[in-house]
């Protein structure tokens, strides 16, 4: 277990399937074009010889297992973020205690936790936000999300990035998918992870923070992307 400060974004790479959970604070990982939050109660699997970005928006402590690529299988993806069920959390406390996985009991707890983890991360967590590939659409992604807590105004964005809206909106559709305002919202509710993580702030101050001005709209648009209600999400970051 480790706690580190607030981060700028930084490339990392490990010769090792990188098992890593977050027990409080928040990271943000990016790989392949999708960039994950990664709250309390969460687990992110890292494949051996992949590089991705992280960034620490705040002080975060974590956990973490280094699996020899000879001893695990690949990861199904180079990066997947998933919920951490019970048994799986039993299964990280129970392997801290053991730092050499030669003993028979431990190499069988490793092997457990590489059976559960393996097969949660088919399941990755849906907050998720597309990442983008050409500088202009990095560009409008990272100033649609300064202005998150204000009325970002597409129109402007477009301007800044040096291209008319309608061929903006062209590269979002083709790099990502996905229009400007569904990215926008899955943004605020990224942004609410964090929130939520950071403290106890009630939902409502959490939801203007992100940009909602109805906290109805805000609960709505939430429960859309995680299942859960933003009080019913806060609560899962606790075992």
Known sequence: MRTFPAEPVR???????????????????????QSWVLPPARAALIAA???????????????????????APVPPTPLTVFDLSPLARSLLAECGAWGDSSDPYAAALFDALIAVTWRLAEQPSPVVVPAGSS?????????????????????EIAA???????????RFEDETGMTWRAILRRM??????????????????????????????????????TGRTPSAYRASFRP
């Open 188 to 225: 605020r509710v990224l942004r609410a992870v964090e929130e939520l993580a950071a403290g106890d702030d009630p939902v409502t101050r959490v939801a203007f923070t992100v940009g909602y001005s109805s906290l109805s709209a805000f609960n709505e648009a939430f429960r859309q992307l």
């Open 11 to 33: 490339e990392l790479m490990t010769d090792s399937h990188y098992l890593l959970c977050a027990s409080a604070g928040v990271l943000r990982l990016e790989a392949e074009g």
């Open 135 to 155: 500088p202009e659409l990095r560009r409008a992604l990272e100033l649609t999300e300064q202005r998150l807590g204000d009325d970002p105004r597409f129109e």
């Open 160 to 170: 800044e990035v040096g291209l008319a809206p309608r061929s903006l909106a062209r």
């Open 49 to 71: 010889g992949r590089p991705i970005r992280v960034s620490i928006p705040q002080p975060v402590t974590t956990s973490s297992v280094l699996f020899d690529p000879m001893f």
